[in-house]
């Protein structure tokens, strides 16, 4: 998996996609930050999500951003997906290997160090941290620390995702801590004061 340092950025999608969030979507991927973008849908029917990742594919391919599915490697598969994002109750990694074959698979290991070796021993292409911060997202059920990624660095190059409230104000020390990618999302779609191309800016 490469990694752009100018493009940090791993946005998640809202929790619902309404007509108007293809444009901003297409706005906030030109800025050229984006690295990957996760479809996160937890409440749709699987034939509205695949209607819904047919389009996103559209747009990611675009501006050449890695789409990934979150939760659920038999859409990845449908749409051809660059890859798919597992939560530890989700299907395990080593079934949706066989499924996706060569797609990128990331991990969530919460603020685990346990998690994450079990993650690199089965061959996860990244892994992901959190929460660092409270977050609009989702209640937060484990805090994550900076010395996780630096614990994890000194054993492994696997990627790290650092993921939780993450904003303009506090992402230039999980940067600076060695984070390769940031995940963020209610700071762009759920911003009260800022639109969402306008959000994407105060990331340097």
């Not at 791993?10 to 706005?27: A, D, R, V």
């Not at 990934?68 to 290997?97: E, T, V």
């Not at 209640?139 to 409230?165: C, D, E, F, R, T």
Request: glycine share 4%; hydrophobic share 40%; with cysteine.
């Amino acid at each position: 998996m490469k990694i752009n340092k100018k493009k940090f950025l791993y946005l998640i999608s809202p929790n619902k996609i309404l007509k108007s969030f293809y444009g901003e979507l297409t706005q906030v991927l030109n800025s050229n930050k984006i690295s990957f973008f996760q479809l996160r849908l937890k409440k749709d029917s699987f034939k509205n999500k695949l209607k819904i990742a047919k389009k996103i594919k559209k747009i990611c391919n675009k501006f050449k951003v890695k789409l990934l599915i979150n939760d659920d490697p038999i859409l990845a598969k449908r749409i051809n997906a660059d890859g798919c994002h597992l939560g530890q109750k989700d299907m395990d990694i080593n079934s949706a290997r066989k499924l996706l074959k060569n797609k990128i698979i990331g991990i969530t290991c919460h603020n685990s160090i346990k998690l994450a070796k079990i993650a690199i021993k089965n061959k996860a292409d990244y892994i992901a941290f959190g929460a660092f911060n409270t977050s609009k997202t989702k209640k937060v059920k484990y805090k994550a620390s900076i010395n996780l990624i630096k614990k994890i660095k000194q054993s492994s190059n696997i990627p790290v995702i650092a993921i939780g409230g993450i904003n303009n104000l506090n992402y230039k020390k999980l940067l600076l801590n060695k984070a390769d990618f940031l995940a963020i999302s209610a700071y762009i779609w759920r911003n009260k004061k800022l639109k969402p191309i306008e959000t994407i800016r105060n990331f340097e």
